[in-house]
């Protein structure tokens, strides 16, 4: 594999390469994790859908169907943050030159989950703003003129298009690197930005591999997935180094 030394721009074949060359040292660990973490999710999603379906009698939900709401969305989001983290320790272990083992994977890490979540969330709210801004702005314009309407909504497009890219990396500044949430996000748009089009070309690449995944019948995505997350390990490492900042590489 190739030098992870920080880098001023995005190396996508390198990334590719790389990815995939740690990928290649412990497939079955990913996949059997993938699987695992994919199975449990889903339990989650049957019993919000099951909760769906007792509400939809036209009745008031029952507290049956809103303890099962909460479990779901509890529980999903716990899987979540629970397969992130393992995939990206697992990836950075197998970039490092390490086979890394199932165990490896699914060591629970609540810290590193806690950091995950806060910072997906501000920047949820980032994005929720910016949403409300440009609607408000829509619909004052919608009064002066219809067709100066549709432009907020545009700009926003951008934007959202925009941080979508330049904040790919934040899973990992969340979970490596020390700094409240909004300096995270600016991290990442101060590093990503220069590589900005080769960033996007990159999740062009990745959303590439998970779409041949899905039409695999599905099954592809056991290898896709942690290849995604194997591969975007390997374009944070050049662009960021490889330092943990936390201590979430740690076997403690």
Not at 5 to 17: C, D, G, K
Not at 89 to 112: V, Y
Not at 223 to 238: D, F, G, H, K, N
Request: charged letters at 10%.
């Amino acid at each position: 594999m190739s030098d992870t030394t920080e880098s001023s721009r995005l190396h996508v074949l390198q990334a590719i390469e790389d990815g995939w060359t740690g990928f290649t040292k412990a497939p079955l660990p990913f996949v059997l994790f993938t699987l695992l973490s994919g199975a449990l999710g889903l339990i989650f999603q049957i019993m919000s859908h099951s909760a769906v379906v007792m509400s939809s009698g036209g009745t008031s939900p029952s507290s049956v169907s809103i303890l099962l709401t909460i479990i779901a969305v509890i529980g999903s989001t716990i899987i979540s943050l629970w397969a992130v983290t393992g995939l990206i320790r697992g990836a950075w272990k197998a970039l490092g030159g390490h086979k890394p083992s199932f165990a490896d994977l699914t060591r629970w890490d609540g810290k590193a989950a806690g950091r995950l979540f806060i910072n997906q969330l501000v920047l949820a709210v980032v994005l929720v703003i910016i949403l409300f801004i440009a609607v408000a702005l829509g619909t004052g314009l919608f009064q002066i003129n219809q067709a100066l309407a549709v432009i907020p909504g545009i700009v926003a497009g951008i934007v959202f298009v925009y941080l979508g890219v330049n904040q790919k990396f934040l899973p990992f500044i969340a979970i490596l690197e020390e700094g409240s949430p909004i300096n995270k996000i600016q991290r990442g748009r101060t590093v990503v930005d220069p590589s900005w089009w080769w960033m996007l070309l990159l999740l062009v690449v990745e959303l590439l591999i998970l779409g041949i995944g899905l039409l695999l019948n599905g099954v592809g995505l056991l290898v896709a997935s942690p290849l995604v997350i194997c591969i975007s390990t390997a374009a944070y490492r050049q662009l960021f180094g490889c330092e943990d900042q936390t201590g979430f590489l740690s076997d403690n």
